[in-house]
């Protein structure tokens, strides 16, 4: 079956660093997406990775394995707008995504 | 550029009524369509993709009578919630892809639907 995983909920604080782990295993594979959604508010596209490594976009990096079925989303320097959930989704061959249940991020001072 | 309006933006509605929602692609346009629902502290689950001139194909588990869905043209989608009842309430979003083989799905900013 199709699965991604992701943690529930993160806390960090503000100014420090924050990696959130997302794993998946689906039917063909073509690409993961990062999603940040704030409360009662739709989701906004973060970043798109396809092949390994790393993509940076100013305080916002994500990584990809596809050896390992695994993604990650760094947060830099965070900021109390960051609170918010973070939705991983991979697309699948027939170009459909597959979502993840999101990692609800708290930012303290 | 890749705007995604819905409209209404939030609904309040009598349990028995029918409510339409639109999807539209404002600057592009979007071969397929996709309706989501999210209960609260939920992730978003997939009702049904939508192809334009063709029947939308639903999720398992999601009543096609019920959410009547209509992609009539390369901008625009209809989610109609028919004999709405209270558990129907929820956020229902919308996205599109611009075509065959494009990765990304633009989301439109969501309607949250109360029935009473």
């Known amino acids: 079956g199709q699965n991604i995983d992701q943690p529930t909920e993160m806390t960090a604080t503000e100014g420090a660093i924050v990696q959130i782990n997302c794993t998946y295993q689906?039917?063909?594979?073509?690409?993961l997406f990062w999603y940040q959604q704030h409360a009662g508010e739709a989701p906004t596209f973060l970043s798109y990775?396809?092949l390994d490594g790393l993509e940076e976009k100013g305080r916002f990096s994500s990584f990809l394995s596809r050896s390992k079925g695994y993604s990650y989303l760094l947060l830099k320097e965070l900021q109390m707008k960051d609170s918010a959930s973070y939705l991983c989704?991979?697309?699948?061959?027939?170009?459909?995504?597959?979502w993840g249940a999101g990692t609800k991020l708290i930012i303290k001072p | 550029g890749a705007v995604v309006s819905q409209h209404p933006s939030w609904v309040i509605c009598k349990s028995g009524t029918s409510v339409k929602i639109e999807c539209r692609s404002l600057?592009?346009?979007?071969?397929?369509m996709f309706w989501y629902r999210q209960f609260p502290k939920q992730s978003l689950m997939l009702m049904a993709t939508?192809?334009?001139?063709?029947?939308?194909?639903?999720e398992q588990g999601v009543e096609k009578d019920k959410f009547l869905i209509n992609h009539a043209s390369l901008t625009l989608s209809t989610l109609t919630v028919t004999s709405a009842h209270p558990e129907d309430s929820s956020f229902y979003i919308c996205?599109?892809?611009?075509?065959?083989?494009?990765?990304?799905?633009?989301f439109g900013p969501g309607t949250r639907l109360t029935v009473t």
């Open positions: 996205s599109a892809r611009e075509g065959e083989g494009s990765y990304e799905q633009y």
């Open positions: 600057d592009f346009q979007a071969t397929t």
């Open positions: 939508s192809n334009e001139g063709s029947k939308a194909t639903y």
């Open positions: 689906t039917s063909g594979f073509n690409g």
């Open positions: 990775n396809v």
């Open positions: 989704a991979a697309m699948d061959s027939n170009y459909q995504l597959i």
